[in-house]
Structure formats: C-alpha cells, structure tokens
C-alpha cells in the first residue's frame, strides 16, 4: 500500500477511520472525506502528515466533486476508493417518518453512485480498485430497517454489476458485506427503546463484533483488491441460501413484530415519528445535523 492515495468516505469514526488509521500504517497516503470536521481532522492526525481530509456530503455531487477534484490537486492520483459513508435510521416503513426512510437511500445508495461517479475517472487512470461497503443487510432483511436493507442491496447490486464493466479497463471492483460491528452507528441503534430489542433478538443479528476484527478484514481486502470481504467469514457461506432466508426471518418475526409495532407506534406517540426514526449514532446525528441545517435555510429561502 505505500505511496498509495486512498480516499474514504464517511472517514469520520467507525469503520471508515479505522480502515484510514490502519492502512496509514501500511504506508498508504489518505484522503478523508466525511461530514464532522474536528473528527476528519483528527483522524488525519493520526494518519500522518500526508494524510489529508475534506467536508463533504455524499448527497450533494458538486461538494463530492470539489473535494475529489481538490484531493486529486494536492495527491495527483488516485489509487484506491472506499465508498464507506453510511446511515441508518431504525423503524416500520408504515409507521416511521418519511423523510428519515428516504435520507438512508440518499445517503446509503445514491451517495455511494456519486461517489463512484466523481472518482471514477481517476480509478481509470490508475488501474485503481474501488471498495463498495454494503452489509449483510442486503442478504438477511431484518423487520424495521426496510430503507437501510433496500439500500445496501442496491450498494451490492452496483457493485456486482460494476465488476464486469470495469474489469477490461483495469480497475477492480470489491463489495462489502458486514454484520454488526462495535460503532457508534450500532451502539446508538441499541439504545433506541423499541428497535434496540428487535436487533439483539434475531438470529445473526444479536452478535456485535469488535471494530478491530472488521478492520484487519477490510484492510486485507484492500491490500489484495478482492473481489468480496465478508466480516465474519460466514456471511460468504450464507449468500448461497439466499433464497430460503426470508422465509426464516418471516417465520422467527410472527411473534416479536407484532409487539415491536405496537411499541413503535407508542414510541411515536410519545416522541413524535421523527425522534423515532432518527438516524443512530454520532454519524447519524451529524447528518440529520446537516439536512436540519438545509431545510432551516430552505425555508429562510422562500422567506
């Protein structure tokens, strides 16, 4: 990895930081991309004196495009690009607020095609490989987090479909499938009072792994340029009974979701639905921080 430009996106905390501070490490050169900027500035701290980062929001192309344009100004390549940047907003789809379901495919999906589409060029220059960070969720669809899954399906589709049309032209494509990892993201999903208890109550779901054991796992896929990196190893192994398994969510949910739907409906009622709903963790606050902030000037706009 030495003298290698890696941008990362959602490079703030969690996994995004950990993967930069590890292939720092390794020698590698980074370019850290993200929403909260004393947290990018840390975290380029720690990746050396070369490391540098960049405020952008991954739903807003000329902001993702001036700061891909600005990294390749200060770096003149790039070499590697992990399209990290994530959110997750727990709730039933008839239930929770509308807007918080629809920022998740916003952010989730069609932030990681933008970034794919700013960075590109630059991957075809460099024979790069680019890292799409789905998750399990886009094979197991665990009840109330129906945007989160259909996003991060879309994340593996993207990439599944990339694959092929960018092979011939040197660059390698790699799809991220993780369980639940110890960050901020998960731990702020366990608090909420109803969907904390429908995650750790599933099969498959109920187990956090360490952050340092997804990360050993992503930066060995980034070194190799593989073409899949499953955290842990068996979600591989799941992906070939595929077809079966919304009949097993659906059979182990008969009893729990009608319970978690009555509780999430209270919830709302005490809350109101766009507290429930709320993006979890500190990267989920900092994004509805950001969206909060835009529609306030929208609204000063129409004014």
């Given at each position: 990895?030495?003298?290698?430009?890696?941008?990362?996106?959602?490079?703030?905390?969690?996994?995004?930081?950990?993967?930069?501070?590890?292939?720092?490490?390794?020698?590698?050169?980074?370019?850290?991309?993200?929403?909260?900027?004393?947290?990018?500035?840390?975290?380029?701290?720690?990746?050396?004196?070369?490391?540098?980062?960049?405020?952008?929001?991954?739903?807003?192309?000329?902001?993702?495009?001036?700061?891909?344009?600005?990294?390749?100004a200060r770096y003149g390549r790039i070499d590697v690009v992990m399209a990290n940047a994530g959110i997750a907003a727990p709730?039933?789809?008839?239930?929770?607020?509308?807007?918080?379901?629809?920022?998740?495919?916003?952010?989730?999906?069609?932030?990681?095609?933008?970034?794919?589409?700013?960075?590109?060029?630059?991957?075809?220059?460099?024979?790069?490989?680019?890292?799409?960070?789905?998750?399990?969720?886009?094979?197991?669809?665990?009840?109330?987090?129906?945007?989160?899954?259909?996003?991060?399906?879309?994340?593996?589709?993207?990439?599944?479909?990339?694959?092929?049309?960018?092979?011939?032209?040197?660059?390698?494509?790699?799809?991220?499938?993780?369980?639940?990892?110890?960050?901020?993201?998960?731990?702020?999903?366990?608090?909420?009072?109803?969907?904390?208890?429908?995650?750790?109550?599933?099969?498959?779901?109920?187990?956090?792994?360490?952050?340092?054991?997804?990360?050993?796992?992503?930066?060995?896929?980034?070194?190799?340029?593989?073409?899949?990196?499953?955290?842990?190893?068996?979600?591989?192994?799941?992906?070939?009974?595929?077809?079966?398994?919304?009949?097993?969510?659906?059979?182990?949910?008969?009893?729990?979701?009608?319970?978690?739907?009555?509780?999430?409906?209270?919830?709302?009622?005490?809350?109101?639905?766009?507290?429930?709903?709320?993006?979890?963790?500190?990267?989920?606050?900092?994004?509805?921080?950001?969206?909060?902030?835009?529609?306030?000037?929208?609204?000063?706009?129409?004014?």
């Open positions: 990895m030495r003298g290698q430009v890696v941008v990362i996106t959602g490079a703030s905390r969690g996994i995004g930081a950990a993967v930069a501070r590890k292939l720092a490490g390794r020698g590698a050169t980074l370019a850290l991309v993200g929403l909260e900027p004393d947290e990018l500035k840390q975290v380029a701290a720690d990746c050396g004196p070369e490391a540098g980062w960049w405020e952008a929001d991954v739903t807003d192309t000329e902001s993702l495009r001036a700061a891909v344009e600005a990294i390749v709730g039933f789809s008839r239930s929770m607020d509308p807007n918080a379901w629809e920022r998740v495919i916003e952010v989730d999906l069609l932030g990681v095609w933008r970034t794919v589409h700013t960075t590109l060029p630059y991957l075809l220059e460099s024979k790069g490989y680019l890292l799409l960070v789905s998750s399990l969720a886009a094979i197991v669809h665990i009840p109330g987090l129906a945007s989160y899954n259909v996003a991060k399906a879309g994340v593996e589709a993207m990439g599944d479909t990339l694959r092929p049309e960018l092979k011939h032209l040197g660059v390698r494509v790699g799809v991220a499938h993780m369980t639940f990892v110890d960050t901020d993201m998960v731990r702020g999903a366990d608090e909420h009072p109803v969907f904390g208890r429908v995650r750790t109550g599933i099969p498959l779901a109920s187990k956090t792994y360490p952050l340092e054991f997804a990360v050993d796992r992503f930066v060995d896929g980034i070194t190799k340029r593989s073409r899949t990196v499953h955290v842990p190893g068996w979600i591989g192994a799941l992906k070939v009974f595929r077809w079966v398994i919304p009949h097993v969510i659906e059979l182990g949910s008969r009893f729990s979701v009608p319970k978690a739907d009555a509780a999430a409906l209270a919830d709302i009622q005490a809350r109101g639905a766009e507290a429930s709903s709320r993006p979890t963790g500190a990267g989920g606050q900092a994004d509805s921080a950001k969206t909060g902030s835009a529609k306030t000037d929208s609204a000063k706009a129409g004014r």
